[in-house]
């Protein structure tokens, strides 16, 4: 059981330490100082919350695991993120695009997971949401000003909600160690919260005149391990400085 | 508001109350309300803090403050992060909000009152310099993770604000 539950914790903490890194990546290159302050400021509450899961996860690991290790030295397929948060920054649409399908399912998961059989996890969640909701309002207003916005920011938005739509789906996958969770009453059961997300996100593309995207096809692979292109080049600039200075401290 | 109890050991509290927050130095740990108690057990004091925001990187200066300030008079100290319950902003004593407006930091309205200032909806944050309300949200991000930024315009100051946190 606690190989399974170190499993489910990487599943949720990677979400939130990959995506810290692709804001991380727009430190100084944000559009204006107001949204580079912002994503930075996500990235920040993000990589908080990766600490408290990694804290968590090496106190029940054998041996002398710290959270450094599991964050910096762990190989592309131990990273169990879903592939959304991993998509690269490419432009500003994208990046807000990314976000506001991240954080709606974010927001669902840490309401739920206030419900756990397990303190910590509970506790987690207490905190997190707090900063997620103002995560959630702030990619939520830009999804609305770029739709409603102008001919141009409308077109570029509304192409990048269509490309990553496809990433939606895998938010709502189980793996097997995810199952074994949900059956001891610790892990949420992610695939409760589709019909909600959908709902809610779809209410706001609908508010900002954009069109709700019409698929068939979804891609997976990240929760089991199997990732996009992007991955090793950004854990490459990632686990850069752990590699070249083994057990380098701040 | 809720009020929280909370132990804090008579001895320490004096020594805790000089040890400011590093990014806003003007308020004491102790009014920022993330000490949630402090033992004292021969010369041995354990003291439990709780992050204002998860990625907070004030929290480790935090922790490496209260040992060293301890310390100096002769206590070791062993200091303990703690995540529940979750910090709020009703947590803040009446001192630290006069000290955040004083240093330029507009306190944090009530719950419902803040929300309506950071969707823009009501002219209601005051400027900590004029007092003037007719002020203007510019980012819901400020320069930490609990603060938003404002501009007065009456005066034409731009300033913080603490966002409230429930």
Not at chain 2, 42 to 61: E, F, L, Q, R
């Amino acid at each position: 059981m606690n190989n399974n539950f170190i499993k489910y914790l990487y599943g949720i903490a990677d979400n939130s330490l990959i995506l810290g890194q692709r804001l991380g990546e727009l430190t100084g290159h944000a559009p204006s100082l107001e949204v580079d302050i912002a994503l930075t400021n996500i990235s920040l509450d993000l990589f908080g919350q990766v600490r408290s899961y990694f804290q968590y996860a090496a106190q029940l690991s054998e041996g002398d695991i710290t959270e450094d290790d599991l964050a910096f030295l762990r190989t592309e397929r131990e990273y169990l993120n879903v592939l959304l948060v991993e998509q690269p920054n490419t432009d500003f649409a994208y990046t807000i695009a990314r976000q506001f399908l991240f954080d709606h399912f974010h927001m669902l998961l840490m309401t739920e997971m206030q419900k756990s059989k397990d303190e910590t996890l509970v506790a987690i969640a207490k905190k997190s949401i707090k900063e997620v909701s103002y995560h959630k309002r702030f990619s939520s207003d830009w999804i609305k000003r770029l739709g409603d916005g102008t001919e141009e920011s409308k077109q570029r938005i509304q192409k990048v909600v269509n490309d990553l739509w496809r990433f939606t789906d895998e938010l709502f996958h189980t793996t097997e160690a995810d199952e074994a969770m949900i059956k001891e009453g610790i892990a949420v059961d992610v695939k409760m919260l589709k019909e909600v997300y959908y709902k809610n996100v779809n209410e706001i593309l609908e508010t900002a005149t954009l069109e709700v995207p019409e698929l068939k096809y979804f891609q997976k692979g990240g929760k089991e391990g199997i990732h996009s292109e992007h991955m090793g080049f950004l854990l490459n600039d990632m686990q850069y400085m752990q590699r070249t200075y083994p057990g380098m401290k701040w | 508001m809720t009020e929280e109890k909370v132990h804090i050991n008579e001895v320490l509290e004096p020594i805790l109350r000089e040890v400011p927050d590093p990014e806003i130095p003007v308020l004491s740990i102790l009014d920022l309300g993330v000490v949630r108690e402090a033992i004292l057990e021969g010369n041995k004091a354990t003291i439990k803090i709780t992050p204002t925001y998860s990625g907070c990187p004030a929290m480790d200066v935090i922790g490496d403050d209260i040992v060293s300030a301890l310390a100096k008079e002769g206590y070791e100290a062993k200091v303990d992060l703690i995540l529940a319950p979750a910090w709020s902003t009703n947590w803040i004593t009446e001192r630290g909000r006069k000290a955040l407006e004083d240093y330029g930091i507009a306190a944090p309205l009530e719950e419902s009152a803040d929300k309506k200032a950071l969707l823009g909806e009501e002219k209601i944050v005051k400027c900590p310099q004029c007092k003037s309300t007719n002020t203007h949200l510019v980012s819901q991000f400020g320069s930490t993770a609990c603060k938003a930024l404002f501009k007065c315009d009456n005066c034409e100051e731009p300033f913080d604000y603490f966002k409230c946190l429930i």
